[in-house]
């Protein structure tokens, strides 16, 4: 089992630029969530799944939209890049989402925008 | 939304040492879980507790659940150099918002030779 993979690893935009982060997990979770790290701040949900076919919105989700398209892949798409999105993304995975208690997480996407 | 106050921030210490870390919370939470994080990978589950009162062990590692349900503590006996990393809390809300995690801001762990 691989996990939760994430790509791209490292990706750099211009601001304005369009583009989508991917995520895949291979433990047949049901729930899937998307991070934003930034130092000293810890992880902020940006957008989870409770389960394929629905989404709703986390502490931070302005200016991010997102796909569950199966029950493997969860993705995080930038419409318009801005120089403050520029952060490390992760995204995370989970067994039931009502005990979202265990989440798994990939390796995480460095982004910079500039 | 909900703060976790994760200390210290920081801590060198020496090979060999324990070490102590907290997370406190004005919520009440029903889930807390500690993760570790090396440089450049995801977070990675160390410990999961469930109850209040409870105390629970992974090797060198031992957290608590703290009986007003506020607040957490991971110990790492005799540290080791591959201690080395970030380590954050993360809490999870009775109902109503039992769908999120939320996290401290890390402590960040040296461990000198």
């Known amino acids: 089992n691989a996990g939760v993979t994430q790509t791209p690893k490292f990706q750099v935009l211009k601001t304005g630029q369009s583009m989508t982060l991917q995520c895949a997990q291979d433990?047949?979770?049901?729930?899937m969530y998307w991070y934003r790290q930034d130092p000293g701040m810890g992880l902020r949900l940006i957008y989870y799944s409770a389960s394929e076919g629905t989404t709703d919105k986390g502490e931070v989700p302005n200016g991010y939209n997102v796909s569950r398209l199966n029950k493997r892949e969860f993705s995080l798409r930038l419409e318009s890049a801005a120089p403050s999105q520029t952060s490390v993304y992760f995204c995370?995975?989970?067994?039931?989402?009502?005990?979202?208690?265990?989440?798994?997480f990939g390796p995480g996407t460095r982004l910079t925008v500039l | 939304g909900q703060q976790l106050n994760q200390s210290p921030q920081s801590m060198f210490i020496q090979e060999g040492e324990d070490v102590s870390m907290n997370c406190t919370s004005s919520?009440?939470?029903?889930?807390w879980l500690w993760y570790k994080q090396d440089p450049g990978e995801g977070p990675v589950l160390l410990i999961a507790l469930y109850k209040a009162g409870e105390l629970t062990s992974n090797g060198r590692l031992t957290a608590q659940f703290g009986i007003t349900r506020k607040d957490s503590f991971l110990n790492i006996s005799a540290s080791i150099p591959s201690d080395v990393g970030i380590y954050f809390c993360?809490?999870?809300?009775?109902?109503?918002?039992?769908?999120?995690?939320?996290f401290g801001s890390g402590t960040q762990l040296t461990v000198l030779p």
């Open positions: 995370a995975s989970s067994e039931a989402h009502r005990r979202v208690r265990e989440q798994f």
């Open positions: 919520s009440i939470f029903n889930t």
């Open positions: 993360a809490g999870q809300l009775g109902s109503g918002s039992a769908r999120q995690l939320t």
């Open positions: 433990m047949n979770h049901n729930s």
